[in-house]
């Protein structure tokens, strides 16, 4: 797989669970410690997410890491911090 085509995959994946959680892009942005144009562009494919950042997200939306990066299984409704 290209780098191009594995940002693409996780920006679809990070776009699917925004939606999920039923926030906008600058809400998830400052969730996370970023802001909205940054997080756009990510969701877009237009850069890649930093790794801090995909370590933020999983701390505060439970998302399983391993579905961000590989798409192995769709994450499942969070139930409380630190799940």
């Given at each position: 797989m290209t780098p191009e085509r594995m940002r693409?995959?996780?920006a679809e994946r990070l776009y699917a669970h925004r939606v999920t959680l039923?926030?906008?892009t600058d809400e998830l942005a400052a969730l996370?410690?970023?802001n909205g144009g940054?997080?756009?562009r990510?969701?877009?494919?237009e850069t890649q997410m930093?790794?801090?950042l995909f370590?933020?997200?999983h701390k505060e939306t439970g998302v399983p890491l391993d579905w961000l990066i590989g798409g192995d299984?769709?994450?499942g409704p969070k139930s409380g911090k630190g799940d």
């Open positions: 693409a995959e996780i039923g926030l906008t996370i410690g970023t940054r997080y756009r990510y969701e877009r494919a930093p790794a801090e370590f933020e997200l299984q769709p994450p």
